[in-house]
């Protein structure tokens, strides 16, 4: 992977620099959360944001309005998409006691249902909602640029993404980072520019595609990576072997929950989870280093009785002294369930964004916001 360009966010990028007071601050979050019959199954992105939306509340802006969206309705209306339980985690999150009252602001979806937080907090409707926002479209973003005076991007997760909210509007306010933002890109730049030796990375989950990049790019820069998953399965049954950095498991889970060595008629009936003698290999890398990034389940860890060595390695890193840093959401989900998120240096919410980043690719958010 070759050196990233960027090796720091200028200061005049960052929220500190913004002069907020009496202005209209639009703010673009990451409230792209789990929600099961309208209600919120995970909050914590929305948490996430609370350190830019309070530092810019205290400010005394004039009014703020914030942006994001939720899942993938295609450029239409979808109801159960739609923000109003953002709207309610929002007014709890922040004690408002104001009642959530809609208001238009514009004629497009996104414009037209507005939810009214406070006299001065709005939220608006689902950004994907309208089809402009996936396709950057430039009439789109000009529609909800004109409503404020200050733009402040803090959606780390959304930055792989050439979207009307990443890209088209940066051109049209001034643009600062948020506080999320500028921590996200800190932890990683530290990882790629400067991270303590011995350098460990743990990779797993079930995205092949996505991962080969990874392991291809943070091989050059750590000293070793540890696969596990679908992604280790996928590795060997590909061919490749072992070495330049790579350790690959050597026993593993089978569907029946019996140990069995790691080979082609074992891979083709199907493993679960790494073995015993695999997690002692792993333990012994990790016991030695200083810094540790761990994206990805070991196995398929949503099953209770293929989740043993997620849970164990998980552990084992918890108590190292080194920089430890969780990637995806999967991995912090882990982490979470198992209350050991404090143990950890940084847990990212950027998702593909940060994996992407790490892996060598540009980020157009990111790289529109800092030209």
């Not at 679908?230 to 072997?241: L, P, Y």
């Not at 199907?270 to 990790?286: A, L």
């Not at 761990?294 to 084992?316: C, D, H, P, V, Y």
């Not at 593909?352 to 800092?370: D, H, I, R, V």
């Amino acid at each position: 992977m070759e050196d990233k360009k960027i090796v720091r966010i200028p200061s005049n990028k960052l929220l500190r620099a913004a002069n907020i007071s009496g202005k209209n601050i639009l703010i673009r979050f990451d409230f792209n959360v789990p929600i099961e019959q309208g209600k919120i199954e995970d909050d914590n992105r929305i948490i996430a944001s609370l350190e830019t939306l309070n530092y810019v509340i205290k400010k005394n802006p004039k009014n703020i309005y914030l942006i994001a969206h939720l899942d993938r309705p295609g450029g239409r209306f979808v109801k159960s998409l739609a923000m109003l339980p953002i709207a309610k985690e929002l007014k709890k999150l922040l004690r408002l006691r104001h009642n959530i009252d809609k208001v238009k602001l514009g004629e497009n979806r996104v414009l037209k249902s507005v939810y009214k937080l406070s006299p001065n907090i709005f939220l608006l409707e689902n950004l994907r909602f309208e089809p402009g926002e996936e396709k950057n479209d430039q009439g789109f973003a000009k529609e909800i640029a004109d409503i404020a005076n200050i733009y402040i991007i803090d959606a780390f997760a959304t930055m792989h993404r050439a979207h009307a909210s990443t890209v088209a509007i940066v051109e049209l306010l001034p643009t600062y980072t948020g506080f999320l933002v500028e921590k996200e890109v800190n932890a990683l730049l530290k990882i790629i520019h400067n991270p303590e030796h011995p350098y460990i990375f743990v990779i797993g989950g079930a995205k092949i595609e996505d991962k080969m990049p990874l392991i291809e790019a943070v091989r050059q820069k750590c000293d070793h990576v540890l696969v596990g998953g679908k992604v280790a399965n996928e590795w060997i049954m590909r061919g490749h072997e072992q070495g330049e950095k790579v350790r690959l498991p050597v026993d593993g889970i089978n569907k029946k929950g019996i140990i069995v060595p790691v080979n082609s008629a074992t891979l083709k009936e199907g493993i679960f989870d790494i073995g015993p003698q695999t997690i002692m290999n792993y333990k012994k890398y990790i016991s030695s280093s200083k810094t540790i990034v761990w994206n990805g389940s070991l196995g398929m860890a949503e099953e209770e009785k293929f989740a043993f060595a997620t849970n164990e390695i998980a552990r084992f890193i918890a108590k190292q002294h080194a920089e430890k840093v969780i990637l995806g959401g999967d991995t912090a989900g882990v982490i979470d369930r198992l209350r050991l998120s404090k143990n950890f240096d940084f847990v990212s919410t950027g998702g593909s964004a940060s994996t992407e980043f790490l892996a060598g690719k540009n980020l157009p958010g990111l790289e529109k916001l800092l030209k």
